[in-house]
Nanobody, 117 residues
């Protein structure tokens, strides 16, 4: 079973930045990957995706602020988040994507991002 380990979250003031990392226990090079987030009581949502050839897409609220990238040699996906807002507060997860809504692997523990003054 593939293990996903997310890290890099924390408490940041509005307008601040964080860089999240997600390390997989196997090769990710063939997979489209995504960063997702979840707040209590709501469904997990996709915030950024990156295909195996590096094409990216973002949720509207993240466009211009979030940048997803991947390092296949390190089996790691990154999410650079700038100009953070309180509504970005959530637990962030990564996974390999299967179509528009499904994921391939079991979820990791996620990393908490809290944006607050």
């Amino acid at each position: 079973q593939v293990q996903l380990v997310e890290s890099g979250g924390g408490l940041v003031q509005p307008g601040g930045s964080l860089r999240l990392s997600c390390a997989a226990s196997r090769s990710i090079s063939a997979y489209p990957m995504g960063w997702y987030r979840q707040v209590p009581g709501k469904q997990r949502e996709l915030v950024a995706g990156i295909t195996s050839d590096g094409s990216t897409n973002y949720v509207d609220s993240g466009k211009g602020r979030f940048t997803i990238s991947r390092d296949n040699g390190k089996n790691t996906v990154y999410l650079q988040m700038n100009s953070l807002k309180p509504e970005d507060t959530a637990v962030y997860y990564c996974n390999a994507r299967l179509g528009l809504t499904l994921v391939i692997w079991s979820w990791g523990q996620g990393t908490q991002v809290t944006v607050s003054s």
